[in-house]
């Protein structure tokens, strides 16, 4: 490829890169919109474009404040160094390729505003449509341009769009550092005043040798008090990576850099490689865990909201690295960084590996899904049931079962009931199916109790005896489980405004497709209110694990045995112990677990808090001497899956069957497992092939 056609191909690339741009305004307007943060100047700027508001979906709300206030966070933080305060210069903020980003202005609002915010200098650059853009809305709002200061004489540099006493917009592109700096002087640039250099998911669109170049300039030309600021995407390696870098890559922006710098510690190598003194990166699930608890729940109270898992996963997939130019000067620490659960645990290897084997030959479209419920019975033969799934990942309110012997797919009848998401499926009498709870969305969850019998194809809605004892309130991500002593079994779950359902219930068929519900009595070490944990009969005994609680991801296992009363039939008493594992099983939330013999319980996937998830492990907990361990997969296969909203059955003690899973990848679109049905032999480690 000869320069010209090279000059084109980066013209092209830019092009593309610019819109993002419009993308972000429109998720920022989204999100003042709705309540999230208070941006005036974006709702002004936004309307000067001239297009629609649309509304964005809650978890790209969600996501978009966090970056907007973890941004915000580092701005005030260095606008409030002892150095900064001090210095007998005001302080700037050199924005690269910020677009239509507002911060300039929201740092002047009062719930922002301080001193050295009102004395701030903002140099806007980026590429001419975009500078000159901008250039244009602000010349032609009054309400924008108060702020900006008094006008200063036309600069003799063409690329100065702009330049007021507190505001400038140059046209450049930021990685001609020579050109960069030739306008910026032409502005009146000071290179000795404190000087935050601030880059927006800029720097991993461009190739890393010309993201380097970028750092170790601001480094070199700053002589003053100075900090460089990067939100980047990270973590592109595993199965969400994957499916965001593709997303980016259909609209022509690779993620070339974050490629090579793919956790914080490259990041923070990157950095102090590049020439400054002090470094430290931080994940946006950090900084979303140092938020107070009541401003977590006003957040997950302004929209409905169900996406918690791939809210996780979208913060551990982005980071805020800041760096100084002094050795060992404090830098930007939201949340304290702690020691990673799944790294470096020392636990006994319990000498198992998961193998993979081929699947049957299923035709597995009308299975490609998650959300979905699960149920085995007949040893071969799986019913599922509801989910997410189709070409525009809708909600399905179907059924089927599958026979992995055969690999035939047989549709069923669907359900009486639109609450199929997040409910579950559990072998009742005779291998009849219950299905209970679920909701059609986060303000409609379901109390229903139904029975379906496969040998008829046939669903009934039992009806709940009035016999005094309330019926369990409407949930869904709960567990539920049938006992030997033919009862169904009900535990915690997501009930109606995000409220945490703690109490156990616990029913009985009765005769004319009826259903009792009992008086329960917990006792022990009662686990505190959860959804989205996993459990198990394992023999006579319910064993639960992790979720996620009013305060955050829980961890911690647990097990119910469930007495009835002979003097009082209808009374049961439900003794609850904490297993004291050792070590500590990681906290986790999302994932499945299914018993083994009744001997183990293997937990599938989820997501784990420190510092980044693994949504595609497999743990083993031997629940006789309470040890556990990772179970080792064949090479390759630990980066294919996310194992969220899916389920999981052990089959013959040996074969471990995951069904299902993936999620609504931020606005990346949604991603399904493939293959959508994973088998794997449970070896011992010394007799695999």
Known sequence: MGPLAEVNVWLVIMARVQVTNDVALESKESCVRTGYYSDRAATIMYSLVG???????????????????????????FLGLESVLTSEHSPQLLSLGGGHDT??????????????????????????????????????????LEQCGARRPQS????????????????????????VTECLLAAQFNVAAPTLVLSECVLAYVLPEQGDGVIRWAAELLTGPAAFVDYCPIGINDRFGQHMAA??????????????????????????GCGWGSANTTRLTDIYLALPKVERTRLLELE??????????????????????????????????????????????????????PAPALNLVDYCRWNSATAVFNGESVVFCGGYGGSKQSR????????????????LSAPPTTATVSC??????????????????????????????????????????????????????????????DQLVVHGGQGTKGHVVDAMAVGACGADDTYVWQSVTEEGDVPGPRHSHCGAMCADVLVIYGGM???????????????????????HYVRWTALDVLPPLPRRFGQSCTSINATKLCVVGGIAEEPISRTEQIILVALDNLVWSFVAMDEGLDREFMWIRHSCHVLDDTRLVVFGGGGACFSFGGVHNNPSISCFQLVDTDARA
């Open 51 to 77: 297009r629609k508001p649309r509304r964005r979906t809650a978890l790209v709300n969600l996501g978009y404040h966090l970056r907007v206030h973890g941004v915000t966070q580092a701005v005030q933080w």
């Open 424 to 485: 579950t499926l559990s072998v009742g009498p005779g291998d009849t199916i219950l299905h209970f709870g679920g909701r059609s969305s986060p303000a409609k969850p379901s109390s229903t109790l139904l029975r379906f019998d496969p040998k008829y194809d046939k669903w009934t809605e039992l009806t709940a005896v009035n016999n005094g004892v309330l019926p369990p309130s409407p949930r869904w991500r709960h567990v539920a489980a049938w006992t030997s002593h």
């Open 549 to 571: 609680g009013p305060v955050g991801i829980l961890g911690g296992l647990y097990s119910a045995t469930i007495t009835i009363c002979k003097e009082k039939p209808r009374e």
């Open 304 to 357: 409905m909201f169900d996406e918690f898992e791939e809210l996780f996963l979208t913060c551990q997939h982005y980071a805020i690295a800041v760096a100084t130019h002094r050795v060992n000067e404090p830098t930007l620490v939201f949340r304290p960084r702690k020691e990673h659960d799944d790294v470096g645990v020392k636990c006994p290897d319990l000498g198992i590996y998961a193998q993979w084997i």
């Open 247 to 272: 997303h980016f890559a259909e609209y022509g922006t690779e993620l070339s850099s974050a490629r090579r710098y793919d956790t914080p510690q490259q990041l923070d190598e990157r950095l102090l």
């Open 103 to 144: 911060l300039h202005w929201r740092l002047r609002q009062d719930e922002y505003a301080g001193a050295a915010a009102a004395s701030l200098h903002t140099f806007d650059v980026d590429l001419p449509d975009v500078a000159a853009s901008k250039a244009q809305l602000v010349e032609s709002c009054a309400a924008l």
């Open 156 to 179: 003799q540099n063409p690329e100065v769009l702009l330049d007021r006493e507190q505001y400038t917009i140059v046209s450049s592109d930021v990685c001609n550092t020579a050109a």
């Open 396 to 411: 399905l309110a179907d059924a089927g079962v599958i026979n992995l012997s055969t690999g035939e797919l047989r549709k």
